[in-house]
């Protein structure tokens, strides 16, 4: 009795030991084989099925090296979670069982989800900065002002509007657009007018508009400013050559819609009038490098 008894035990024993030999008592590693949807925003948020094989209780999942929110374990073979934020770009997803020896074995799959651009692009810088006042200047009927807005990625689709009040100190009042081009690419963008600015004059730029490739758009508007300043007025004038290239009458509309003496062109008789005494001047003898009157009635 003794003797079977001992029989038993023995068997016993090797069988375990087989058991063991076998890893009949390990835990397994997992083994991961799809995630659905395999993509999702930049931002996470994205409810994924992971399947495989051999999953278990208090597994952890990861999406390249942050872990996944609200991680459950249907089964051995599929996992329920939620990414969490991550670049753009694909990463490795890993699913690990606990208390795993082997952890090289650990259930990965190689760029195995891919975030995508979710974030709607937005204007880093503008030119000229807002609120610029710009009071250097050769021709107050001639002021470069470069007009530019920079994106923080690339984008498409850009539109710029310019708008033009005249400065409170102004002799004359008006309002209105301001015709000119769009041009660019990638980052940058600028606005061309069909015709220079002008002194005497505040300037309001609207950006509306920037996709980037992923086809976010921007939100909303940017919108900057910037003024050109009032010049003094003046009683004596020097005529430029740039006032002269027209010749004739051209040329007196020109003197006479200067911010610096009428802005207003159609006053051009009053500077014929104005100088018929001392400068004997008419309408097809002005010439650069003349001074004379603008008389204010």
């Given at each position: 009795m003794k003797r079977a008894k001992s029989i038993v035990t023995i068997m016993s024993i090797a069988l375990l030991l087989v058991w063991i030999t076998g890893c009949g008592g390990c835990k397994k590693p997992a083994v991961l084989t799809s995630v659905s949807p395999s993509s999702g925003p930049e931002t996470g948020g994205t409810s994924v099925t992971l399947t495989g094989e051999d999953f278990a209780e208090g597994a952890t999942v990861t999406f390249g090296t942050?872990?996944?929110?609200?991680v459950s374990i249907v089964s051995k073979t599929e996992i329920s979670a939620v990414t969490p934020g991550g670049p753009v770009g694909s990463v490795n997803v890993t699913v690990a069982n606990p208390d795993v020896e082997d952890k090289e074995s650990t259930g990965i799959l190689v760029n195995g989800f891919t975030y995508t651009d979710a974030t709607p692009p937005t204007i880093s810088s503008v030119n000229p900065a807002d609120g610029t006042v710009i009071s250097d200047y050769e021709d107050s009927l001639?002021?470069?002002?470069?007009?530019?807005?920079?994106y923080d990625?690339?984008?498409?689709?850009?539109?710029?509007?310019?708008?033009?009040?005249?400065?409170?100190?102004?002799?004359?009042q008006e309002s209105g657009a301001v015709s000119g081009s769009v041009s660019g690419s990638g980052t940058t963008y600028t606005f061309t007018p069909d015709a220079p600015f002008k002194a005497a004059r505040k300037y309001t730029v609207t950006v509306?508009?920037?996709t980037d490739a992923a086809g976010n758009a921007m939100q909303g508007t940017k919108q900057f400013s910037f003024t050109i300043k009032t010049p003094e007025r003046v009683h004596f004038y020097v005529v430029k050559k740039s006032d002269v290239a027209n010749g004739g009458v051209a040329a007196l509309k020109r003197i006479a819609s200067r911010p610096?003496?009428?802005?207003?062109?159609?006053r051009w008789g009053w500077i014929l009038e104005g100088n018929q005494d001392d400068a004997i001047i008419d309408r097809f003898s002005v010439y650069a490098g003349q001074k004379i009157l603008i008389p204010w009635w």
């Open positions: 942050s872990a996944a929110r609200n001639e002021v470069n002002v470069p007009i530019s807005v920079t990625e690339s984008v498409s689709g850009v539109s710029i509007t310019v708008d033009m009040a005249t400065n409170q100190d102004a002799l004359r509306t508009g920037g610096e003496t009428y802005d207003n062109a159609e």
